[in-house]
């Protein structure tokens, strides 16, 4: 940050260890600048690395203890101090004298005997480069943190939008919006132990399991187009009407797709989305739907989400239902290991299941959340 403007002076630092060179310093730029003074290079470094460093140093080379290169070496190594310009001003008047100070990363050299205009010359040029420096590097701090808070925002929007989408499917089915939550955490949890396995390891990044857990809410989302009357039936259905409620998956895909259309251009999280809304109800074996796809043909995100969401079906309370115990609803995942589900998933869904218990009952349905979907559904009956 710059410590001076148009307002207020400048602070130079003088550093000699000559009383009679530091006071002829001070009178020179006094009347221009705040001047510090330090008589060695440990005391140069203990005000410059304070609460108030200066703006600008000038400072000797030749001094007992820790001479000038040392100091300047010191400073400049550190990123606090390194802005600070450093002008030597030194009786080595040698051609490599100089070239080894500038290869410290002094501004300038000056060798004794000084010209006191050519002094304060070169003080006030690299004081206003400084300066320029000082409000280009202040305007680009600004600007990262405009640049953050207006991405957290639109990270904030899109979450929010997601939530709103998957919620408007969730008020017209029997399921609560904690199923929503519930399967989201499975799913990132499940993934989270899968990407140290071989076979999933170069496939599970952080970023991709976020944007897994981004966009399992939208899984169910091709529900919003099945009539009332399947959607909403409470038993079993007959075979024409599981057809119809089959084509959720295609639905949610092509909302998906026009969404992304609309925006014209490819998101992850919402690719990511359309495999899993199209493909979470294939099984590991063929025998699912919408293509009848095996093994790994079926997108690793759909495979994640068809085991999340088939043991949040068995567990929770519908108003129609009761949840199994989550020991019945375990021995039902693993009869499905390799029929139903990935085998190594449900290996690991096994290897976790204390950890997913946990989210089932952070995130279980209350009395209250069932009633009012009761509500609900009925005002979509009538």
């Excluded at 410059?48 to 070496?73: H, K, N």
């Excluded at 008047?93 to 501004?107: K, P, T, V, Y």
């Excluded at 029997?174 to 132990?193: E, F, M, P, W």
């Excluded at 259309?261 to 899993?276: M, N, P, Q, R």
């Amino acid at each position: 940050m710059s410590h001076y403007s148009a307002t207020s002076m400048a602070t130079v630092l003088v550093v000699d260890d000559t009383p009679d060179n530091l006071s002829l310093m001070s009178e020179l730029l006094m009347d221009r600048y705040r001047v510090k003074i330090a008589a060695s290079g440990e005391r140069a470094l203990a005000i410059v690395q304070s609460a108030t460093p200066p703006d600008l140093i000038l400072l000797d080379i030749m001094m007992p203890g820790m001479d000038g290169y040392e100091v300047c070496r010191q400073l400049k190594a550190n990123a606090a101090t390194g802005h600070i310009p450093i002008i030597f001003l030194t009786a080595k008047a040698g051609e490599q004298d100089e070239e080894f100070g500038f290869s410290l990363g002094a501004a300038d050299y000056i060798t004794k005997p000084i010209s006191p205009a050519v002094v304060r010359a070169r003080v006030a040029t690299h004081l206003s480069v400084k300066a320029a420096a000082d409000f280009l590097r202040d305007q680009n701090v600004f600007l990262e943190s405009e640049v953050g808070k207006r991405t957290q925002e639109l990270a904030a929007i899109q979450d929010v939008t997601i939530m709103a989408m998957a919620s408007l499917a969730e008020t017209r089915d029997s399921d609560t919006g904690n199923h929503i939550r519930r399967t989201q955490y499975y799913v990132k949890l499940l993934a989270q132990h899968l990407s140290d396995h071989p076979r999933f390891a170069g496939q599970l990044s952080e970023q991709v399991i976020e944007t897994l857990f981004k966009s399992a809410p939208l899984h169910d989302i091709g529900k919003v187009g099945i009539p009332d009357r399947i959607l909403l039936k409470p038993g079993r259905f007959e075979t024409h009407e599981f057809e119809l409620m089959k084509t959720h998956t295609t639905l949610g895909r092509d909302a998906i797709q026009r969404a992304e259309d609309e925006l014209g251009l490819k998101v992850d999280f919402l690719s990511c989305a359309k495999e899993i809304a199209y493909g979470h109800q294939e099984k590991w074996d063929g025998s699912g739907y919408p293509l009848g796809l095996t093994g790994e043909a079926i997108p690793l995100s759909a495979r994640l989400m068809a085991l999340a969401d088939v043991y949040d079906a068995l567990i929770s309370r519908r108003v129609y239902k009761e949840g199994m115990p989550h020991e019945q609803a375990m021995r039902i995942i693993v009869e499905g290991r390799g029929r139903h589900f990935d085998p190594d998933m449900v290996d690991a869904f096994v290897a976790i299941q204390d950890r997913i218990r946990e989210i089932s009952l952070r995130f279980i349905d209350t009395d209250n959340d069932l009633q009012a979907k009761a509500v609900m559904l009925d005002a979509f009956k009538g």
